[in-house]
């Protein structure tokens, strides 16, 4: 059998310009045929896939593109990411010859990487591995919150921002007696279970920094409503990850002989009635009893918001006003259809095309409490959907 390469190619995609731009040395990129663009507010570093004709044989040189070359991508005239390139793959069919370019925010090294007592390799002698820092090397002492999360940061060259709604909350800049990230741990890790004391989360937004906020800080300006601009959605209900005590471990530090004891905290979740019970050890971080119950708190409530996942999707990456999407934003929904109404947290972005070059935004949402350090967790009410129940609180 012998193919008609010609007729092969005529047939195959063609790339179409879109408003995703690559931006690398100086140069910009917008021709796609397929794009993939995620954001995450649980995955701390925004990822990008661009799949385009390579018009150029032989190796990637021609392209003036090579894997960690510095990036930028735009969405709709928005800057989503600030990153790195990690992937070149080139190849072809019969049909095409395509090249797809992936990378990731730069916060992307704070979750590859394991946190380094020392940081200037100069200072270590040749063949010491593994190395044993000296007493005290790699432990914060007096310092705040945010200095700490600094601290953790510097090596990578990521810059921290503190939302300024969180300037008048004065725990994050009390002063740490001692803290000692564990020895191997991811430098994320650290900072995420860290976070979650304060209940704050460290997010990416685009710009290349680990930026420091609450969960729900702006509001979207369009509405989810089914029959007039969701495309597609589903809500997927499950209590596998779901337990019904949560215990929280921790070293509480004392005054007398620098000894060190157990601290502990517990919550229950009310709306799982078998006994099914999870032990957190929390480690040096959680250095008292109000620590281990906001770390219980916190996994009760983001485990709950988990359990009822809802994906939505609509045309444009844009909303009515010529905005991106914003992760993190809370946006008001109304859909009978799957039962859910009221207004939901934006944890994710996926923004994509279609064959014909047509945007497309998939939105991950989850009820706005989610990431809210609070006392309970929801309970049932008949009076409401299942997926509502999730919001209440017992006070």
């Known amino acids: 059998m012998v193919f008609d390469i010609q007729d092969t190619f005529a047939a195959s995609i063609k790339p179409v310009t879109t408003r995703a731009v690559l931006k690398v040395n100086g140069e910009k990129y917008s021709r796609w045929k397929s794009i993939s663009i995620d954001q995450s507010i649980v995955q701390i570093s925004g990822s990008f896939s661009f799949t385009t004709a390579n018009i150029h044989s032989g190796n990637n040189e021609r392209w003036n593109i090579t894997t960690g070359d510095r990036c930028e991508i735009e969405v709709a005239g928005k800057t989503v990411i600030t990153g790195y390139i990690d992937d070149i793959d080139n190849g072809y069919d019969l049909g095409s010859h395509d090249i797809t370019f992936g990378g990731r925010d730069k916060t992307a090294d704070l979750v590859d990487c394991t946190f380094d007592v020392n940081p200037e390799p100069e200072i270590r002698s040749v063949g010491s591995f593994p190395y044993v820092p000296p007493a005290g090397e790699g432990e914060f002492k007096n310092l705040s919150f945010l200095q700490i999360i600094e601290k953790l940061c510097k090596p990578f060259d990521i810059d ?12 994050l800049f009390a002063v740490i007696a001692e803290y000692k990230p564990e020895t191997g741990s991811m430098v994320y890790e650290e900072i995420a279970t860290f976070c979650q004391q304060y209940g704050v989360l460290p997010i990416s937004i ?12 702006v509001r979207a300006n369009d509405t989810l409503e089914a029959g007039v601009n969701i495309k597609s959605a ?11 005590v949560y215990y929280a471990e921790g070293i ?27 032990y957190i050890l929390a480690g040096e971080q959680a250095v008292n009893n109000a620590a281990c119950q906001r770390r219980a708190a916190w996994e009760a409530r983001v485990r709950a918001g988990a359990s009822r996942k809802v994906e939505m999707s609509v045309y444009k990456w844009t909303q009515t006003n010529g905005d991106v999407w914003p992760l993190n934003g ?18 994710g ?11 497309l935004t998939r939105l ?24 509502d129940q999730l919001r209440d609180l017992r006070s």
């Open 160 to 171: 921290v921002v503190l939302d300024t709604e969180l300037l008048s909350d004065s725990a």
């Open 206 to 217: 685009g710009d290349g920094t680990l930026y420091i906020t609450r969960a729900g800080s």
């Open 234 to 244: 589903s809500l997927n209900q499950s209590d596998r990850e779901r337990y019904s």
């Open 252 to 278: 509480a530090k004392t005054t007398v002989f620098n000894q060190k004891s157990s601290a502990f905290g517990s919550l229950t979740d009310d709306y799982v009635k078998r006994y099914r019970p999870l």
């Open 330 to 347: 809370i946006v008001p929904v109304k859909d009978d259809k799957i039962g859910v109404v009221g207004d939901r947290l934006i944890a």
């Open 349 to 359: 972005l996926n923004f994509t095309i279609d064959s014909t070059g047509g945007e």
């Open 364 to 387: 991950s949402l989850v009820p706005p409490d989610t990431f809210a350090l609070k006392e309970r967790v929801p309970v049932p009410n008949k009076k409401q959907t299942a997926f």
